[in-house]
């Protein structure tokens, strides 16, 4: 069981190149995250998505597109970065709230990728 | 204003030392989180609660829903528990999906 898997860990860009942050969870979780962590700010929440076929915007959208063709998989697309994205991204998933234990399924997190975009 | 504060922002103790990070918020929420992330980045859940107190090993975490405050407790520090720990809550509402994060307390066990 490997939980949240993201690729790569560490990337660097040029201005105007193009690539995608891969995450991948074994849990079978509907609900998938993308997080964005800059020093001295809390995560702020890129894209979501509860399930396959499902995507929504979070917080700080632009710049990114996401898909969710399988309930495993949630590739985080930039296609054309730009030195403010310059970030540690986390791909996060958790269980939907249901029934008694309605909102209370904890965040399972891959290890981060560091993106540097020069 | 964000939604999730925590104090102290960065905190030093010597070894064996009890510690406390604060964590007050403003939204209505669901359950709150407590994570860890160690340097070189991974972030792993510690607990998650709704109400009361819950105890793992050396970390304590307790909640207050009427105030919007709770607290993680560390008894008998260790430099292993230097690291960086965050809040967060989950919020009500009708999907239920949207996490606030607080910015983060680091913590640092001296020897």
């Known amino acids: 069981n490997a939980g949240v898997t993201q690729t790569p860990k560490f990337r660097i860009l040029k201005i105007g190149q193009s690539m995608t942050l891969q995450c991948a969870q074994d849990?079978?979780?509907?609900?998938m995250y993308w997080y964005r962590q800059d020093p001295g700010m809390g995560l702020k929440l890129i894209y979501y998505?509860?399930?396959?076929?499902?995507?929504d915007k979070g917080e700080v959208p632009n710049g990114y597109n996401v898909s969710r063709s399988t309930t495993e998989d949630f590739p985080l697309r930039l296609e054309l970065a730009a030195p403010s994205q310059t970030s540690v991204y986390f791909c996060?998933?958790?269980?939907?709230?249901?029934?008694?234990?309605?909102?209370?399924?904890?965040?399972?997190f891959g290890n981060g990728t560091r993106l540097t975009v020069t | 204003k964000n939604e999730v504060e925590q104090s102290p922002q960065n905190l030093t103790a010597q070894e064996g030392e009890f510690i406390t990070i604060n964590c007050s918020y403003s939204?209505?929420?669901?359950?709150l989180h407590w994570l860890q992330q160690h340097p070189g980045g991974g972030i792993v859940s510690l607990f998650m609660?709704?109400?009361g107190k819950k105890k793992h090993g050396r970390l304590i975490a307790t909640i207050n829903i009427q105030e919007k405050h709770s607290s993680l407790h560390i008894t008998a520090s260790h430099p292993r528990d230097s690291a960086v720990y965050i809040c967060?809550?989950?919020?009500?509402?009708?999907?239920?999906?949207?996490?606030?994060f607080g910015t983060g307390t680091s913590l640092t066990v001296i020897p």
């Open positions: 996060a998933s958790s269980y939907p709230p249901s029934g008694t234990l309605a909102y209370n399924s904890p965040l399972h």
């Open positions: 849990m079978n979780h509907n609900y």
């Open positions: 998505s509860v399930g396959a076929g499902i995507t």
């Open positions: 939204v209505g929420i669901s359950a």
């Open positions: 609660l709704s109400s």
């Open positions: 967060a809550v989950r919020s009500k509402g009708l999907a239920g999906n949207q996490f606030y």
